[in-house]
């Protein structure tokens, strides 16, 4: 089958971590990890001064005036959820480098594999990824992004819908066509050989479980919930992680490219759910005393391995307040509640954290 010259022949690597920030990494080359995705708008964005000065009898601006001081990349990815292929972004997204839970580890008895991610720092830790974009003459163009970090993804989903993730990137650099005189990066790195990701499915809205309530712990580094419930008749929710970073660092004699980007406010976790007003009024009355609790996202798709594993995303943020409960009529509707919330740090338990059953070995 020919290949089109749209959209429909990209193709996007997963993270492949980087051994000195901005540099693109050996193991690019050989990576057989890559992600399917909805859309990107990863580019690079340049900054341009144009001189000012007046000329006699001159009444537009001098092309010898106009000067470019600097590079950067920023950008969104959004993707359905996959089953598979995820743990190399739950690094990235939580800071979990090195963090033993976070390897994935074999369940023996299945086959499956399990990791769980905490938030770590992202200090000192930077990835590199690379797009292939179709050309309408028939060519897959490389395009490399090195010094890569998430400073924000969302998790989502809405009733009877797939489940969307959707990641921000901050990065030091674009790497195509001709390059920008990089001094880190003196070639144009190669395409990357496109494998095909495994088959997983994605996570939707009927494998989904919202809880709240229980009572957290933690051990070894591992927060685990007991007793939850059932957090009512909910119909969409979502969370979204912010890692606050200077990207703005462009030094003198920086030859007009970022250093490392560097946390310079406190992180937010944030969401929110939509339920139906029921009479127990659990949420209006969590809301109005400011009542702390648990909140649990829990996706259980299909059996994985030759046992009693599941393919499972689980988001456990173990003390969120709830900003808002209205309970207002709009019409003849059934009544919800739009409930916002916010996680906060409880001194004991991780902020937020995440655990993966899959079938992925690495």
Request: overall charge negative; aromatic content about 8%; glycine content about 10%.
């Amino acid at each position: 089958m020919a290949i089109p010259g749209s959209g429909l022949a990209s193709q996007l690597t997963s993270p492949v971590a980087e051994t000195t920030f901005g540099v693109v990494p050996a193991a690019l080359a050989s990576t057989t990890k890559f992600s399917a995705f909805k859309s990107e708008t990863l580019g690079l964005k340049k900054v341009v001064v144009q001189g000012e000065g007046l000329f006699a009898g001159k009444l537009y601006a001098q092309a010898a005036r106009r000067v470019v001081t600097g590079w950067g990349v920023d950008g969104a990815i959004p993707m359905d959820l996959p089953a598979r292929g995820l743990q190399q972004w739950l690094y990235p997204m939580f800071g979990s480098y090195g963090q033993t839970p976070a390897a994935l580890t074999e369940d023996a008895s299945t086959g499956a594999y399990k990791a769980i991610h905490a938030p770590g720092s992202l200090q000192g830790n930077s990835f590199c990824i690379q797009k292939g974009v179709r050309t309408t003459d028939g060519t897959t163009e490389p395009v490399t992004y090195v010094g890569c970090k998430i400073t924000e993804w969302e998790l989502s989903c809405a009733k009877q819908q797939i489940a969307e993730l959707q990641i921000t990137i901050d990065a030091r650099n674009e790497l195509a066509g001709s390059m920008n005189s990089d001094p880190l990066n003196g070639s144009l790195p190669g395409l990357v050989s496109y494998v095909q990701p495994p088959a997983g499915g994605v996570f939707h809205f009927l494998e989904a479980t919202v809880y709240t309530g229980g009572t957290p712990s933690t051990t070894g580094g591992v927060t685990t919930l007991a007793s939850p419930v059932v957090a009512g008749n909910i119909t969409q929710f979502s969370v979204k992680h912010t890692v606050p970073l200077d990207t703005e660092r462009y030094f003198a004699a920086g030859q007009g490219f970022k250093s490392e980007q560097i946390e310079n406010a406190l992180r937010q976790i944030s969401g929110q759910f939509t339920t139906e007003w029921l009479s127990a009024q659990t949420m209006y009355d969590a809301f109005a005393a400011d009542t702390a609790t648990a909140l649990e996202y829990t996706f259980l798709g299909p059996a994985i391995g030759s046992g009693s594993d599941f393919s499972t995303l689980s988001i456990l943020v173990p003390n969120i307040h709830l900003d808002a409960a209205p309970v207002e009529t709009p019409g003849p509707g059934v009544i919800t509640q739009v409930v916002p919330w916010t996680g906060l740090d409880d001194g004991t338990n991780n902020q937020i954290q995440a655990t993966y059953w899959t079938l992925d070995s690495a």
